[in-house]
């Protein structure tokens, strides 16, 4: 059963490029990886999905290695606006379950 | 389309009382989630259906907590009786596919805020 890791919480400046990994070992063959973004009293707002290799959109990039047990979400230059809590979604696969991360809460500074 | 629409978008009761939170999909998607959100415990997972259909109910946490969807276009989650511990916050999602390049994001509601005193 996959489980997804990821880190409790992570600071940085305006301008800077962000990278959030997640870890999800135990990913099934036909899973795919998606991110979504969650201000407060906001529900979860789709960032980017992918299965393998990178796939980019116009706000961000997911790195995904050959082997799957990870991802990497990344944000270029940041703004104060983009604060918010960041999950990481493993889904779909041959049991169709949907396995969330428990968030990264991305801190800007000015 | 307005997106996921959700009611009521703040809910107070007391112990014991029944609950029903009620979600209207964007049309055409075919998969419907519901999840509870809490400090302690993050995002859940509650159960999603599939054309109307209950696929995975794992998450849902016991007998007091049930979930219908008798159209295309309208679902509930009841909690009976409620208690304090149930005071959360819960999402309902909806998307075209449940995974895949296309159609597979999901699109959240502004939840309802419910508060069991």
């Known amino acids: 059963l996959a489980k997804t890791t990821q880190p409790i919480s992570m600071d940085s400046y305006e301008g800077q490029e962000v990278n959030i990994t997640c870890s999800h070992n135990?990913?099934?063959?036909?899973?795919?990886i998606t991110w979504y973004q969650q201000f407060p009293s906001q529900g979860p707002r789709f960032i980017i999905q992918?299965?393998?290799?990178?796939v980019t959109n116009e706000v961000a990039s997911l790195f995904i290695p050959a082997d799957r047990k990870s991802s990497t979400l990344s944000l270029p230059r940041v703004s104060l606006s983009d604060t918010a809590v960041y999950y990481c979604?493993?889904?779909?696969?041959?049991?169709?379950?949907?396995?969330w991360g428990a968030g990264t809460k991305l801190i800007i500074k000015p | 389309d307005a997106g996921v629409i959700q009611s009521p978008r703040h809910e107070v009761t007391e112990m014991g009382q029944e609950v029903t939170l009620r979600c209207k999909p964007i049309?055409?998607?075919?998969?419907l989630f519901w999840y509870r959100q809490t400090m302690m415990r993050g995002l859940e997972l509650l159960i999603y259906f599939n054309n109307n259909v209950p696929i995975d109910d794992s998450g849902m946490p016991e007998d007091r907590f049930s979930a219908k969807m008798p159209n295309a276009s309208f679902s509930t989650l009841k909690i009976q009786p409620s208690e304090p511990r149930d005071s959360a916050v819960y999402f309902c999602?909806?998307?075209?596919?449940?995974?895949?390049?296309?159609?597979?994001?999901?699109?959240f509601g502004p939840g309802t805020r419910l508060t069991v005193l």
């Open positions: 992918g299965y393998k290799t990178k």
């Open positions: 999602a909806s998307s075209f596919r449940l995974a895949g390049n296309k159609g597979g994001e999901q699109f």
């Open positions: 135990n990913i099934a063959t036909n899973d795919y």
């Open positions: 979604l493993v889904q779909g696969g041959s049991n169709y379950q949907l396995i």
């Open positions: 049309s055409g998607h075919d998969y």
